[in-house]
């Protein structure tokens, strides 16, 4: 057993320092920091459950970080330390308490809440306020003398801007890169044909440990401070007197931190930044918590490694390594082949995720990456998973891109508009036609609710839709047949159906899924044609005169609605009886947007159909019966069973000197 023990804790710690070397010195980690915190934590608990293991050497007692050769080093004045890490309110509610129980005397305890930078540690050491060494964090004991590469980044000022300034200073920070900065610099490196950094952290880094700071002046860093080692010629009591002393030297603050009294304070924080954390322009890890007054940190002092006055509180981790099962082609509604890829399931930013984007068949050349392989998947913000690179082949074989369409087996091409794409080019092709299905009915074309994709596979499968115009001659045999329809979701779909056939010629327009014709221009061409048996015969000049339609648009749609295919489908759509004309009132408020109105009685002001034109106008849809679906009944003189059953459903009931007003707004 205690054999067992020693070797997985031996195991651990070439582990770790295997994996310092590829993220510290190499800045190309193969695995995520969550990952590499797991390993850190198992090996800390080995080592406090066995203490005849323990060892001063082990990664767990020393601050990682490596020294390169490349550079000389330098000893820092003060021991740069790393932070403790807690990933749980929990932890972080356990420390605060040991914090509290461990400074009981003081009245008025004081914290301050900083995001945590994901960047690169950095000393830097003033003398009478002119800077004399920039240095990497290293092994904390001593780093890499970067000075010439320090002087480059934006933010750091080469002499402080205060009169008096300290007489020794090392003010500590990270070097970090924008999020923006690190796309484009990641974009230059691939169009050149080279790997990229795995995320902003790596960037920074790896910018700034460059042999030629010529290079490094071109990569964007920039610094915010956030600690200091020694300091001669100037007393600070607080962290917050510090960060403001930093701005006054000519420093840029972080714009989000707080100075918190309660452990409740520091939750609600954690809240608001866990939220804001996407949206910052910098990537942060996390939140450290730091006692505010600087006298309590020396009372509270150091363990080897950290601090106890400061806590990293992490945030769920938004990269993790996983296995790519499979790569997947879907062909979308323009014949467009996707590739995606399946992954085995892993927690992303607290979100399972088993599927990630691959954007295009270049990309998984560029990735090198094929079925197998071990990959480094990233989620940032509602954006869907990415694989950012492979971290361990498989084999190493290429992956092959299909030569023909992976539904209908046509042969496909090279798109010449987006170059990178293949497309499949059959007209008839069943994934292009169930993904313009998906589209047609979606609630920007002609929102038939209730329409969803399983209802479209079951009909397409059936052979019960052949062609878009088949969705109008849908019966309620075809409808009740289907999974989980009774009689309830039968009738609301084929009212849904009915429905959708009054819905503007902007909806019908972009409904039809004309390439590069989304919702906008679908509605100014809508307005500028008014019937779409006018828009049949524009020609390309008509088209031109629109100033959002460009020559090369104008061409396209000449030719589209020139096209035997696309008119055969026009026609039988208005066989069907779907709606062609824009009428003058369309949409011109919102008040009764995407609610089901119901017209009772007699109106005295309008007639039935200027009102349902008007509710029409104003984004409502009209339905013949009162239901539990219904949400407005306009009631006029003599209603009858309608408003019965509209009262007794407690649905909202507007009578005419209610409409009125409702509608004056929209100036009608
Ligand atoms: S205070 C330990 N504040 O996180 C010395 N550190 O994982 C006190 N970091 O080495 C550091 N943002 O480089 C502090 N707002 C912040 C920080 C921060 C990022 C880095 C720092 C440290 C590392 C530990």
């Given at each position: 057993m205690q054999l067992e023990i020693k070797s997985r804790i031996d195991y651990l710690r070439k582990e770790i320092i295997r994996h310092n070397d590829f993220y510290y010195d190499k800045n190309d980690p193969k695995i995520s920091d969550s990952e590499y915190d797991n390993l850190i934590k198992e090996l800390e608990q080995l080592e406090r459950e066995y203490p005849i293991f323990a060892s001063l050497n082990s990664p767990t007692q020393k601050v990682s970080g490596v020294i390169s050769s490349s550079f000389e080093s330098v000893r820092h004045s003060l021991p740069m330390l790393s932070l403790d890490n807690t990933y749980s309110y929990e932890e972080t509610a356990r420390w605060y308490e040991r914090i509290k129980k461990n400074l009981s005397g003081e009245a008025g305890l004081e914290f301050i809440v900083e995001p945590k930078i994901d960047g690169i540690s950095t000393n830097l050491t003033y003398v009478n306020g002119i800077l004399v060494i920039g240095a990497t964090r290293g092994d904390g004991v001593k780093g890499e003398n970067v000075t010439e590469n320090i002087k480059t980044v934006e933010g750091i000022p080469y002499k402080l801007r205060v009169e008096n300034p300290p007489s020794f200073f090392e003010l500590r920070g990270e070097v970090y890169i924008n999020k923006l900065d690190f796309k484009s610099l990641n974009d230059e490196i691939f169009k050149i044909g080279g790997q990229g950094f795995s995320n902003p952290r790596n960037a920074a880094s790896g910018s700034l440990r460059q042999k030629n700071p010529q290079i490094t002046s071109a990569r964007k860093l920039r610094f915010f401070a956030h600690s200091f080692g020694r300091i001669r010629g100037r007393q600070l009591r607080r962290q917050s007197d510090f960060l403001r002393y930093c701005q006054e030297c000519g420093f840029q603050l972080q714009d989000d931190f707080k100075v918190c009294n309660s452990?409740?304070?520091?939750?609600?924080?954690?809240?608001?930044?866990?939220?804001?954390?996407?949206?910052?322009?910098?990537?942060?890890?996390?939140?450290?918590?730091?006692?505010?007054?600087?006298?309590?940190?020396?009372?509270?002092?150091?363990?080897?490694?950290?601090?106890?006055?400061?806590?990293?509180?992490?945030?769920?981790?938004?990269?993790?390594?996983?296995?790519?099962?499979?790569?997947?082609?879907?062909?979308?509604?323009?014949?467009?082949?996707?590739?995606?890829?399946?992954?085995?399931?892993?927690?992303?930013?607290?979100?399972?995720?088993?599927?990630?984007?691959?954007?295009?068949?270049?990309?998984?050349?560029?990735?090198?990456?094929?079925?197998?392989?071990?990959?480094?998947?990233?989620?940032?913000?509602?954006?869907?998973?990415?694989?950012?690179?492979?971290?361990?082949?498989?084999?190493?074989?290429?992956?092959?891109?299909?030569?023909?369409?992976?539904?209908?087996?046509?042969?496909?091409?090279?798109?010449?508009?987006?170059?990178?794409?293949?497309?499949?080019?059959?007209?008839?092709?069943?994934?292009?036609?169930?993904?313009?299905?998906?589209?047609?009915?979606?609630?920007?074309?002609?929102?038939?609710?209730?329409?969803?994709?399983?209802?479209?596979?079951?009909?397409?499968?059936?052979?019960?839709?052949?062609?878009?115009?088949?969705?109008?001659?849908?019966?309620?045999?075809?409808?009740?047949?289907?999974?989980?329809?009774?009689?309830?979701?039968?009738?609301?779909?084929?009212?849904?159906?009915?429905?959708?056939?009054?819905?503007?010629?902007?909806?019908?327009?972009?409904?039809?899924?004309?390439?590069?014709?989304?919702?906008?221009?679908?509605?100014?061409?809508?307005?500028?044609?008014?019937?779409?048996?006018?828009?049949?015969?524009?020609?390309?000049?008509?088209?031109?005169?629109?100033?959002?339609?460009?020559?090369?648009?104008?061409?396209?749609?000449?030719?589209?609605?020139?096209?035997?295919?696309?008119?055969?489908?026009?026609?039988?759509?208005?066989?069907?009886?779907?709606?062609?004309?824009?009428?003058?009132?369309?949409?011109?408020?919102?008040?009764?947007?995407?609610?089901?109105?119901?017209?009772?009685?007699?109106?005295?002001?309008?007639?039935?159909?200027?009102?349902?034109?008007?509710?029409?106008?104003?984004?409502?849809?009209?339905?013949s019966s009162v239901n539990k679906k219904t949400d407005y009944v306009f009631v006029g003189k003599n209603a009858g069973s309608k408003l019965e059953k509209a009262k007794k459903l407690g649905l909202r009931i507007i009578y005419e000197k209610e409409f009125k007003k409702l509608i004056v707004t929209s100036k009608i």
């Open positions: 452990l409740k304070e520091i939750a609600s924080f954690a809240d608001v930044m866990l939220n804001k954390r996407d949206s910052l322009y910098y990537e942060i890890d996390g939140l450290v918590i730091k006692v505010n007054a600087l006298k309590l940190h020396e009372k509270l002092g150091n363990t080897n490694k950290s601090p106890r006055w400061a806590i990293a509180y992490k945030f769920p981790a938004k990269q993790a390594t996983t296995k790519l099962n499979k790569i997947c082609v879907q062909v979308g509604r323009t014949g467009i082949l996707t590739p995606s890829a399946v992954l085995e399931p892993v927690v992303l930013a607290g979100v399972k995720i088993s599927h990630a984007t691959l954007h295009n068949f270049e990309e998984i050349k560029r990735l090198n990456i094929n079925e197998g392989d071990t990959v480094l998947v990233e989620r940032a913000g509602d954006v869907i998973p990415k694989i950012v690179k492979v971290v361990k082949k498989d084999k190493e074989v290429f992956f092959k891109s299909p030569h023909n369409c992976p539904s209908c087996n046509s042969e496909i091409v090279k798109d010449n508009e987006e170059k990178v794409a293949y497309r499949c080019i059959n007209p008839d092709c069943p994934a292009q036609f169930r993904r313009h299905l998906i589209h047609f009915v979606s609630r920007s074309a002609m929102n038939i609710q209730g329409f969803g994709k399983a209802v479209i596979d079951q009909l397409l499968k059936k052979k019960k839709i052949k062609v878009l115009a088949d969705i109008y001659y849908l019966t309620y045999d075809d409808l009740i047949s289907l999974d989980l329809f009774k009689e309830k979701k039968t009738i609301n779909l084929l009212e849904a159906i009915t429905a959708s056939k009054k819905r503007s010629l902007s909806r019908l327009l972009f409904a039809l899924g004309i390439r590069h014709i989304g919702e906008k221009i679908s509605e100014i061409i809508a307005k500028r044609f008014k019937n779409i048996n006018v828009l049949l015969k524009a020609s390309i000049e008509d088209f031109t005169r629109i100033p959002e339609i460009g020559s090369v648009l104008a061409l396209f749609l000449k030719r589209f609605f020139e096209n035997d295919a696309a008119r055969h489908v026009i026609d039988s759509l208005i066989a069907a009886g779907v709606n062609i004309i824009e009428s003058e009132t369309y949409k011109i408020g919102k008040q009764f947007e995407d609610k089901v109105c119901v017209l009772t009685g007699e109106l005295r002001t309008y007639t039935r159909k200027q009102a349902s034109e008007i509710i029409i106008s104003l984004g409502g849809r009209i339905a």
